[in-house]
């Protein structure tokens, strides 16, 4: 679920694994006085009133004026950052069931390419999408007919709206392009659960770990995974975190956790007021050396957990291409209305006084992938994937 330059969006929820660092969720009601009279004042109130009478007078269809009062809230909070955003009571709901890791959708995780191109940059294991026979490096052409070079009315069509006509076990017809040819496909929506960590041995010793996303439960999923290797021998890590956009942040700093000092500083946040809030590690238990690979879209979280490391001197070495360097933070709200908005509440900084926002971190080890610059790296043949080629061979150079 990235906004990026770049932007990501999980087709089988909200864009929550790739475009925020989830915090908490908080509860606030307006009621309306408060909000006329505090939050807007009376030229801005004007605007809204001669608009809707406008409408009114004048718009020659009938129109759905809940719907009206929604865009005008999606429309406040676009005007403020690409991470801020106002939830329907619909899409709030799917959002906060796809930041635990289970939602309605296809598998599928698009990204916007320069060439304004629906790419599909993950298909999720066990997915409708995968089923179906979609490949990462596949670009969506149409859904039900209709073209988008939008991403999120694209994403929006394959997913969803969650109503009883679009939810569970609905079918959606797409259009895909591969190689030239076009390829249509029926994918039924249903529950995922996504598993977000995949791990395997490779030679002397040397444990690979690919984490597409941080949900909830990927600090847990990845102690499990490592926890069965080490009884095969691990004697150094490479973490793989190409192509991961981020998502809860919380889980990220669980997952740095693994490998400081109890104690140790992980992130902490500034907000306006320059209040400080810190995450500490609570124990490690991953004493191996640890080689890290990145490019431009991984982003948010996952520049968390590398800040951790690198900030404590506890990363070996990170490979590949300049991360996307997204340094802010938002908090979620739940409103009385049933729905809900992320707003950008402040910035993190490594352990070392570093925000990266709008900067990324540069690779001690800079390895272009040789594939153009949207390209997926789950396209990427393992022979032809040099970025991970030099991240072993950094791995097995540690004495």
């Known amino acids: ?3 990026f330059g770049k932007k990501q969006l999980l087709v089988c929820a909200l864009a929550v694994v790739i475009t925020f660092v989830l915090s908490s969720v908080f509860y606030i009601g307006l009621g309306l006085t408060y909000f006329k009279n505090t939050i807007l004042g009376d030229a801005d109130s004007r605007v809204l009133t001669e608009v809707k009478r406008c409408i ?3 718009y020659l269809e009938e129109y759905d004026e809940a719907a009206l009062y929604q865009g005008a809230a999606k429309g406040m909070t676009e005007a403020l950052d690409a991470y801020s955003s106002y939830y329907t009571p619909a899409e709030f709901e799917n959002f906060i069931t796809a930041a635990r890791g289970a939602y309605v959708g296809v598998g599928l995780v698009l990204t916007k390419t320069k060439d304004d191109e629906l790419l599909v940059l993950q298909v999720y294991e066990d997915s409708p999408g995968e089923e179906a026979g979609v490949k990462a490096g596949d670009v969506l052409v149409s859904v039900e007919g209709e073209r988008y070079d939008d991403l999120d009315e694209g994403a929006s069509a394959l997913r969803g709206d969650g109503s009883q006509a ?7 017809q797409a259009v895909f392009l591969r190689e030239g040819k076009e ?5 039924t929506r249903r529950e995922i659960h996504l598993k977000t960590v995949s791990a395997r041995m490779e030679e002397n010793g040397v444990a690979y770990f690919k984490i597409i996303a941080f949900d909830e439960d990927t600090d847990a999923e990845f102690k499990a995974a490592y926890e069965e290797l080490k009884k095969k021998g691990i004697t150094k890590l490479v973490l793989d975190l190409r192509d991961n956009g981020g998502g809860d942040y919380y889980s990220a700093c669980g997952l740095a956790g693994l490998f400081l000092k109890e104690g140790e500083t992980v992130v ?5 007021t320059e209040s400080c809030v810190y995450e500490y590690a609570k124990g490690h238990c991953i004493d191996e050396p ?3 690979l990145a490019n431009g879209n991984s982003a948010s979280a996952s520049e968390v957990f590398i800040g951790a490391l690198r900030g404590n001197d506890r990363l070996h070495a990170l490979v590949g291409t300049k991360t996307f360097g997204k340094g ?4 979620v709200f739940a409103l009385r209305s049933g729905g809900g908005m992320s707003i950008t509440v402040s910035k993190y900084y490594t352990p070392d006084d570093q925000c990266i926002h709008g900067i990324g971190f540069t690779p001690d080890t800079v390895v272009e992938s040789g594939f153009e610059e949207d390209y997926p ?12 080629d030099k991240a072993l061979e950094i791995a097995n150079g540690i004495e």
């Open 1 to 3: 679920m990235e906004k």
């Open 56 to 58: 009114d007078a004048l």
């Open 166 to 172: 679009q939810g569970e076990g609905s079918t959606v």
């Open 183 to 187: 390829r249509k496909v029926t994918l």
């Open 268 to 272: 902490y946040r500034k907000d306006k």
């Open 290 to 292: 640890v080689v890290v």
């Open 328 to 331: 802010i933070t938002q908090d």
């Open 377 to 388: 790296v789950e396209a990427i043949e393992r022979e032809k994937d040099v970025q991970l």
